[in-house]
């Protein structure tokens, strides 16, 4: 599997990092985890082709994970091509008629034959010749009355049998790190670096069963000079670290 980190910034565009969006693509066919602006841009600098996108998981309703959903759908449905569907999930219950609603006004009817939306709920949600993507609730949005509404999601490879797990957003206390980590061996974690302290994380990372960890969603303190002092303080967990940027790409 291939991964592009396409955009690795946290709630804000910096000069070098766009809001998150990443891809990963295995066989003829890419999948989304997340979509915040300028996704499709970023995908055309890539030169990526967007007919191959499968799916979208949106880890959860903040702009800068799914702001860039409606540029997207544009795109996928002005050049289609022959067996071209794009799911996209997202994990709030009336968002899809909500995001209708808005496209409709720029004038961007959906087409059904192209685009299906689905609500994300925990445990297995998609699964293809390529793939299969499992919902891991985590709590990044505490006081959300419905719960759950942000989640992890574990994609497994089918081919390699390889495992990964994207973390999304997590909460400032570190509390919804997916305890499944500690548990069970994944081949990769992807994993935000904006919301906690890395003090208050480190005792779970060094205990996580993974075999590298890409950080994402970088937080500004993370940023230039400061990632050499976000990998320094990772220098004893025992795997290998590294702080994504944008465009960047890693193999599975
Ligand atoms: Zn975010
Ligand atoms: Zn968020």
């Known amino acids: 599997m291939k991964i592009t ?3 690795t910034s946290h709630g804000d565009s910096t000069y070098c990092r766009f809001n998150s969006s990443t891809l990963y693509e295995t066989g003829a066919a890419s999948y989304l985890v997340d979509c915040g602006a300028p996704c499709e841009a ?3 600098r890539k030169g990526k082709d967007n007919s191959r996108i499968r799916a979208i998981f949106v880890t959860h309703m903040h702009d800068d994970h799914v702001g860039g959903i409606t540029e997207m759908i544009k795109i ?3 050049y289609p091509k022959p067996g071209q ?6 994990p709030e219950r009336g968002a899809a008629e909500a995001l209708t609603v808005w496209l409709s006004a720029m004038h961007i009817p959906v087409k059904p034959e192209l685009i299906g939306f689905s609500l994300v709920t925990p445990g297995e949600i998609y699964s293809d010749e390529n793939i299969s993507v499992e919902a891991y609730p985590t709590d990044h949005i505490p006081k959300s009355p419905v719960k759950p509404v942000t989640f992890a999601y574990i994609i497994t490879e089918k081919a390699s049998g390889k495992r990964l797990l994207h973390t999304g957003d997590l909460w400032v206390d570190f509390h919804d790190y997916p305890e499944i980590l500690t548990r069970e061996h994944f081949d990769l974690l992807v994993c935000e670096a904006t919301h906690y302290k890395q003090s208050t994380a480190a005792p779970l990372f060094r205990k996580t ?4 960890l890409i950080f994402t969603h970088i937080g500004n303190e993370w940023h230039g000079e400061g990632e ?3 990998l320094g ?9 590294a702080a ?4 960047d790409e890693f193999e599975l």
């Open 85 to 90: 569907h794009t799911s996209i999930f997202l």
């Open 5 to 7: 980190t396409l955009g």
């Open 244 to 247: 994504a940027h944008d465009g």
């Open 233 to 241: 303080l990772c220098a004893d967990f025992p795997y290998p670290v």
């Open 228 to 230: 050499s002092r976000l």
């Open 76 to 78: 996928l449905e002005k």
């Open 209 to 212: 069963l993974a075999d590298r």
């Open 42 to 44: 970023l995908l055309c």
